[in-house]
Every structure is written in C-alpha cells, then in structure tokens.
T-cell receptor, first 108, second 118 residues
Framework: AQRVTQPEKLLSVFKGAPVELKCNYS??????LFWYVQYSRQRLQLLLR??SRESIKGFTADLNKGETSFHLKKPFAQEEDSAMYYC??????????FGTGTSLTVIP | DAGITQSPRHKVTETGTPVTLRCHQT?????MYWYRQDPGHGLRLIHY???????DKGEVSDGYSVSRSKTEDFLLTLESATSSQTSVYFC?????????????????FGPGTRLTVT
C-alpha cells in the first residue's frame, strides 16, 4: 500500500543552522515525490519535486530509492522558512498521497 | 494559484445540518480533489473526480458526497454535519507538467474553507 511517513510533527532549529525534514515512503512502483509548503494560513504550494532536481529557496531533496526516502534539506535555515511542510507521493491513477506534515519553526 | 477558488471561506454550522462547499476552477482541468486537513493527520483525501460525473472515493469518504456536473465546479456535501467534520477543507486540481519526459502531474490547491460544526 502507498504510504508517506513524516516522523517529526514538530521541528525547531535556530536561524543559520542546518535543517533536515525527513520523509519515507512505501510504493510498489516508481513514484514521483514532492515537497509542499504551507505558510501560516495560506494554501499549500509546491516547493520542489524529485524529477526536477532543483534547489528552491535553498532547499534540496534527493530521492534515495534504496532507503525509500526523500528528505528535505537546507544548509542555513531562515526565519521565513517557518511553515508546515508536507511530503507527497504521486503514483498511478493521478492520485496523491500526503504525509502528516512537519511544522518547522526557525528560532531567531 | 491556477485559478482555483473555494466558497465559502469560513462557515459555522450546527450538528445535523447539511453543508455544501464549492470548488471552482477556471482552466478546464480534468482532475479535481477534496482533502481535509487536521492536526496530526495532515492532508487526507475525501473524494476526487476525473471528469464530469466521474468521481471516486478517497481515504475518508464516509459522511461526504460529491458532485461534478460541470468541469469547472466540484461540490463537496456533508449530508448531516457532525463535530468530527470540523476541519479545513482544501480543493485541488492536478495539472500535467509538460516540462518532463513522460506523464508528470502537479497539484495546485485552493485557499481552503474553514468549517466549524458546533
């Protein structure tokens, strides 16, 4: 069965410190993985996707098929990074599966 | 925002009353979704649609029904609202991204509807 696991509900880091938000998935085929971000009381928006291999707002994420992980990383956290982050998986049938989210707080 | 709007944006209703939430899109996308967002549960799929009059159940469909009589509108109805349905409801569409080899889709979300059932 498809599943996305984000083990940390809450994560706090100091400004300028590295941050890593964990995401593990289970899927029998070849999924697409995404990170979505939701700033306070705003709609969710796409942050990045694994197939684009981009760095958005300093964030990167590498798909590790062996560990079935897609962790989100940023070397130096900024206050404006404080938000809710969701890892998501897209499989066949145009369905998306979301993790439970990690609330990131960057402490000034 | 891919032209997605939701109405109402906020609603307070009493237990047992019917409630209908509307999602409207302006770009003729085929796939539309309804999610609910709850602390500790993240986003959970309620129902989705892959075309006019074509809908299917998601993970948490009990107590909800949907209708899609036009491409641009996807309605979510709570037949008899309960307090457990207090939540933030997000509509989404799925857009094919032509920038990649092979089919690749991305979801765009509406602004959300905050529903409180008292």
């Amino acid at each position: 069965a498809q599943r996305v696991t984000q083990p940390e509900k809450l994560l706090s880091v100091f400004k300028g410190a590295p941050v890593e938000l964990k995401c593990n998935y289970s899927y029998s085929g070849s999924p697409e993985l995404f990170w979505y971000v939701q700033y306070s009381r705003q709609r969710l928006q796409l942050l990045l996707r694994h197939i684009s291999r981009e760095s958005i707002k300093g964030f990167t994420a590498d798909l590790n098929k062996g560990e079935t992980s897609f962790h989100l990383k940023k070397p130096f956290a900024q206050e404006e990074d404080s938000a809710m982050y969701y890892c998501a998986l897209s499989g066949t049938g145009n369905q998306f599966y979301f993790g439970t989210g990690t609330s990131l707080t960057v402490i000034p | 925002d891919a032209g997605i709007t939701q109405s109402p944006r906020h609603k307070v209703t009493e237990t047992g009353t019917p409630v209908t939430l509307r999602c409207h899109q302006t770009e003729n996308h085929r796939y539309m979704y309804w999610y609910r967002q709850d602390p500790g549960h993240g986003l959970r799929l309620i129902h989705y649609s892959y075309g006019v009059k074509d809908t299917d159940k998601g993970e948490v469909s009990d107590g909800y029904s949907v209708s899609r009589s036009k491409t641009e509108d996807f309605l979510l109805t709570l037949e008899s609202a309960t307090s457990s349905q207090t939540s933030v409801y997000f509509c989404a569409i799925s857009v094919r991204d032509r920038g990649f080899v092979g089919p690749s889709y991305e979801q765009y979300f509406g602004p959300g509807t905050r529903l409180t059932v008292t």
